[in-house]
């Protein structure tokens, strides 16, 4: 029996899918601080305008550059993979397939946005990029397509992850960029949260603060920003996994998945593997789509949806989306990629149609599911991974409970090897759930009551 | 222009080649404490019955069990990939291809062995296996296989390596293996070594002992002993790695690689590339044939040929190799698995009959290649692997300097991810060069006075 789906360099897909024109509800825009709709100009000092001109965009497909596709021929297309052994182990009819997003030099599916974003800034005559990184995943990736493109990069790493995962800061110097834990000393934004809690761990929307102030105080005008998810060019970048995927099932006999799965953090990773499937669920086919966060940070499933900023200091524009308040610290998870405060808008309004299924999963419930999958299909997968790997499982027991051969598609987005200190403190039994309160959840929303509040109109019509 | 040449499932190879059927001088025996060759009874505690069968096989091709193959298709065939960044990096016209076998699931090709030599315990109805392991790349290799076959796995593993690469104990357990530094207290070897000096950083030969003393010393047997590399049907099992490149050579429109190169630290890895092709030199064909071992632990460039142990406690048969004398402790070098005083009968008897043209390489420059590899083409390689390369740039250079289109193939033996803290030391500028003074090796070698000599002659026909 074939366990993988291989696709030849030729039949990479030559343009990104952008959900953005096929969505029922518009999209509704950024705001500023006046709570008017920003323009593309005022994003200007952040972005470069190529990369703007996407991200706004409403265009279905994009054209991939050439240059970018030869950088992504170093590990694409990437193996679409049968789940045979979990599969029997789990005794289910279920045909479990995974996309391996572990296969890139970087080890996960960001590099999939590094690259053309890289690519692009280059075009734009930048020289420099500045980023955050959680569990370091998106650092890294950007890190090696920066090497790649000649182009200097510089790395905010949350505090925890930093002192978690000393092995992604050591590749991040290798690829030639600089990485500093944040909050660091270097930013104002860094500086004022330090002196409110020098002990702080860290979140993703300080990193963000950071990695723009730093940016745009480049007078040279030679420095931009990058994000590794959240924004809508990000998430057409990463829709190269899903569409892959699609040419690589056909090529398994199968029609169409029943079910998509993957893990959300900002959710880059998920659009990858689901919207291309959207898009055809838009047009009637029936197909659940799932994205799967922390119960520690449960942005879709806790979260309103509202207008909220994506960083700590307020640098962002306002975007509409599922949010736990942009002061929200989520506890020190091992699933550092996961531990956002927001979510794609882009994810948020196709959740709002009700196109999707979120879910959560405690800590440890995702560490088990990482050692099943270890000792069944023999791969180590990333903490953040294992939070979709716990919903397929799931859905391959409900399909044995049910009888029916259903086909679950979900993104292995990521292998383990620098993570292995999370599965130590499972093994040993010292690992903690963590769930915010009601009352908690609460007290983080109050920053946003003043802010205004996108439409959560819906047509059910798809 | 294609970077990667991919097999399907069906296209791998279904039989191993042994070369042992085709070398122009004859196999000299393995031979017992008394001087006379030893009988494959007397190796039974040791290993299971089919694996000796194997290990003394003349049979050109065997082949490999169904079951086998369905293990190895979570990963193979592994792909073959051109460097075409690191050729415009060198302005070289030759044509440089790599075989990945970092893409299994414990990173490097070990489990190309370790699958059927668990398997083949299985079938002989063992339930436990020891081993040694150096880097931490075997033993989590064995640990992999013996998890996903059922079968307990003990490893013992160098205690250099055990502090310096703490991850890669963690993948061992995470796939159930228990793991211990060697030498340990668990056996009279490892006591007898520490007594003598209590921080020994360790050496395979010693964990080599104490893996056989305590497979031999479970009275039900029901527990033998696996080892990584040396042997005949560890070489054997590694084949498929040239099989398998021979053939995507051919996809790449290649007639031949006129340069075939693998590091070499038991020679396995570099048997695996090599001897398919060392087969079709024998037959005519003009390929030079390069093992690349470091300067510290310089077996076959400056190691005579002479029978000696395996192992510090000569608990092995008396071998037929290129050896540093079995008391030697390679200088803590980084590329762990390179740390062995001796090498493959297989590949030593080849280079005594002038099939191949062994190099060595110090520690600094390894690592210069393995940043040269890194930011051109983009993957950060084990320490091992980085020898490979550095051979691989020397003949690139060389054939630009000829002005010659050479065919280049080596074997990318693993990746890196486990072993940044020899790239951070080597960036830091901390890392020491080791080269063992004739006067040293010597000494070393005052042990092989009183063994047996095998025989020298060559054939030269070829």
Redesign the interface.
């Known amino acids: ?4 789906y ?1 696709l ?2 030729k039949d990479i897909p030559k343009q990104w899918y952008n959900l953005a024109a096929d969505l029922p509800t518009p999209m509704q825009p950024p705001l500023g601080p006046d709570g008017r709709p920003i323009s593309p100009e005022m994003l200007a000092p952040v972005f470069p305008m190529n990369i703007i001109e996407q991200e706004v965009s409403q265009q279905r497909w994009i054209d991939i550059p050439q240059e970018v596709l ?1 950088i992504l ?2 590990w694409r297309p990437a193996p679409l ?1 049968r789940a045979i ?1 979990l599969e029997k182990y789990l005794k289910t009819p279920a045909r479990i397939y995974y996309k391996d997003e572990s ?1 890139s ?1 970087a ?1 996960s599916h960001k590099p999939n946005t590094a690259v053309p974003q890289a690519w692009y800034n280059k075009q734009a005559g930048i020289k420099r990029i500045t980023t955050e990184t959680g569990a370091g995943q998106w650092g890294c990736a950007l890190a ?1 397509a920066c ?2 493109l000649g182009l200097e990069c510089k790395v905010f790493m949350v505090r925890i992850s930093f002192d978690q995962k000393p ?1 992604r800061k ?2 991040m ?4 960029a600089n990485c500093v834990a944040s909050p660091s000393t270097e930013t104002q934004a860094g500086r004022d949260i330090l002196l409110q809690d020098p002990n702080t761990p860290g979140s993703l929307g300080i990193a963000i603060s950071e990695a723009i102030e730093q940016a745009v105080a480049d007078k040279t005008g030679q420095t931009r920003y990058s994000l590794g998810s959240v924004l809508n060019h990000v998430m057409l970048h990463q829709t190269i996994i899903g569409l892959e995927a699609k040419k690589q099932l056909a090529m398994a006999g199968e029609k169409k998945p029943d079910i998509v799965i993957g893990c959300a953090g900002g959710g880059s990773n998920f659009a990858g593997i689901a919207f291309p499937f959207v898009c055809d669920k838009i047009h009637g086919e029936d197909i659940r789509i799932i994205p799967v966060e922390p119960a520690a940070c449960p942005t879709l499933t806790r979260g309103p949806f509202s207008y909220d900023h994506g960083d700590v200091a307020k640098m962002t524009p306002l975007l509409p989306m599922h949010t736990l308040g942009h002061t929200f610290v989520p506890p020190p998870i091992h699933a550092g990629g996961l531990r956002y405060h927001g979510m794609a808008p882009l994810v948020c309004q196709a959740v709002v149609e009700g196109l999707m299924e979120p879910r959560s999963v405690t800590q440890n419930r995702a560490y088990e599911s990482a ?1 099943i999958w ?2 069944t ?4 997968c990333a903490p953040e991974t294992s939070h979709a790997i716990t919903s397929a499982i799931d859905e391959a027991i409900k399909a044995r409970e049910e009888g029916k051969e259903k086909v679950i598609l979900f993104n292995y987005s990521g292998h383990g ?2 993570d ?2 999370g ?2 403190k499972f ?1 040993d039994g010292k690992l903690t759930d963590y769930s915010p309160s009601d009352d908690e959840i609460k007290k983080f929303l109050l920053p946003l009551e003043g802010l205004p509040k996108p439409s959560t109109q819906k047509t059910g019509k798809w």
Chains 1, 2 share one sequence.
């Open positions: 029996m074939m366990v993988k291989l030849s360099e030869e021929y170093r993979r052994f296969v030099p080890g090696f090497n790649l092995f050591l590749m110097r290798v690829w030639g050692m270890a000792r299909e023999g791969m180590i090897l620098m292995l200190l599965y130590e093994l």
